[in-house]
C-alpha cells in the first residue's frame, strides 16, 4: 500500500475524507498532522484522534501542528460551518491516545526520509504545515513522491472572499510557498469539488453504517447540510475534501486536468488568497502548458457520493 501524509483541519468533510481513508487498502496512512482551519490545529488533532479510536486505529499518529498561519494569529475557525468542534457539535468519546510530540512539519519531514520517493501528501486543510516543512528540509521535494491539495478556485467564486478558497485564503503565505516548490502538485479546486455533493439519503446510509466512524461523520454531517442549504437549495453538502481523498486514492479518476501554473495572490489587497491559475487556452479543452507541475483538476470520470458509500455504507 501507498503510504501516505494526511494533513487536515478536521472538520466535518476532512473527517469523512478520514472514513474513506481508513477504509481503503491502496493506501497506508503512516501518519497524519493537523493545521488550524475549520478549528484549532489541537482541535483539530483531538478530533482525529477521537474518530481513529473509533475505527480502532490509535496505532496511526497524530502529530499538532501550525496553530497560526505563517503571517498572522489564527482568529478562530468556521464554527457556522464546521460547529464550534469543527465537527458539527458532535461529542465523541476522547481518544486516550495522546499526540505525537513531533510538530507535524517534522513528522512529515521523518516519514519522507523514512520513505524516499513514495510518500504521497495529501492536504486538506490550510498549507503552513506543507510550507514550515519546506522551510525546515528545503530537500522535501526531492524525497515525496507528489503533493494532492484540496484548495483553490481556478475559475470558480471562492467560499472565503469573492475569489478565495478557505484553505488558501486561511494562509496566502504558506500557499504560496507550496506552489512554488519544485514538487508535482495536484490541486482539487472549488470548481470541481462544488460539483460533487452528498444528501440526506447518503446521510442517512451513514449513519445506518457497520463503520462506526462513517456513523459519527454521518452525525456530524446534519449540520453541515443545513448551511449548505442556502449555497444548493436543498438539503445536501459539497465533498471538497473526500473527493480529494478519492482522487489520491484513484477510485475517482481526473478526465480533465491540466498542467497549468499557479501562483497565489499573497498580497494585501482584495485578490488575497486567490489561486491565479494561467487558464488561457482551456476553451478548446484541457490544454496543458509545457513545464508546469500543477495539475489543476475540472473533471472527473465520477460522482464521489457513490463512491464513499459504496465502501463506507456496504
Ligand atoms: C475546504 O475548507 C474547509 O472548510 C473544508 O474542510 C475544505 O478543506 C473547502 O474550501
Ligand atoms: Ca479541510
Not at 158 to 178: Q, W
Not at 259 to 265: C, G, K, Q, S
Request: proline share 8%; hydrophobic share 45%; aromatic share 2%.
Amino acid at each position: 500500500a501507498t503510504p501516505i501524509y494526511l494533513d487536515c483541519d478536521t472538520g466535518i468533510d476532512d473527517a469523512l475524507a478520514l472514513a474513506y481513508l481508513l477504509a481503503s487498502p491502496e493506501v497506508h496512512l503512516a501518519g497524519i498532522g493537523t493545521v488550524s482551519g475549520n478549528t484549532s490545529a489541537t482541535a483539530a488533532a483531538e478530533n482525529t484522534l477521537a474518530l481513529l479510536a473509533l475505527a480502532g486505529r490509535e496505532d496511526i499518529a497524530v502529530a499538532v501542528g501550525a496553530v497560526d498561519p505563517l503571517a498572522a494569529t489564527y482568529r478562530g475557525g468556521a464554527p457556522q460551518v464546521h460547529g464550534g468542534n469543527g465537527i458539527g457539535g458532535v461529542t465523541l468519546e476522547p481518544a486516550v491516545a495522546r499526540p505525537d510530540p513531533r510538530h507535524a512539519a517534522d513528522m512529515l519531514i521523518d516519514l519522507a526520509k523514512a520513505h524516499p520517493g513514495e510518500l504521497r501528501i495529501l492536504a486538506l486543510g490550510p498549507l503552513t504545515n506543507l510550507a514550515v516543512a519546506l522551510e525546515r528540509e528545503p530537500s522535501l521535494p526531492d524525497l515525496v513522491r507528489d503533493v494532492v491539495v484540496m484548495g483553490g478556485a481556478a475559475l470558480a467564486p471562492g467560499n472565503t472572499t469573492p475569489v478565495a478558497e478557505a484553505n488558501i485564503a486561511n494562509d496566502p503565505e504558506a500557499a504560496a510557498a507550496v506552489l512554488r516548490a519544485d514538487w508535482d502538485i495536484t490541486l482539487v479546486p472549488l470548481d470541481v469539488t462544488m460539483e460533487h455533493v452528498l444528501d440526506e439519503q447518503g446521510r442517512k446510509r451513514l449513519l445506518e453504517s457497520p463503520d462506526p466512524v462513517a456513523r459519527a461523520v454521518g452525525e456530524a454531517l446534519e449540520s453541515y447540510l443545513d448551511f449548505y442549504l442556502d449555497i444548493y437549495g436543498y438539503r445536501a453538502c459539497a465533498l471538497h475534501d473526500p473527493l480529494a481523498a478519492t482522487l489520491l486514492v484513484g477510485t475517482v479518476t481526473a478526465t480533465r486536468a491540466p498542467h497549468v501554473p499557479v501562483v497565489i495572490d499573497d498580497s494585501d489587497g482584495p485578490g488575497r488568497g486567490q489561486t491565479i491559475a494561467d487558464m488561457r487556452g482551456q476553451r478548446r479543452g484541457p490544454v496543458d502548458v509545457p513545464g508546469a507541475r500543477c495539475q489543476m483538476v475540472l473533471e472527473t470520470d465520477l460522482q464521489v457520493a457513490p463512491v464513499l458509500l459504496d465502501r463506507l455504507a456496504g
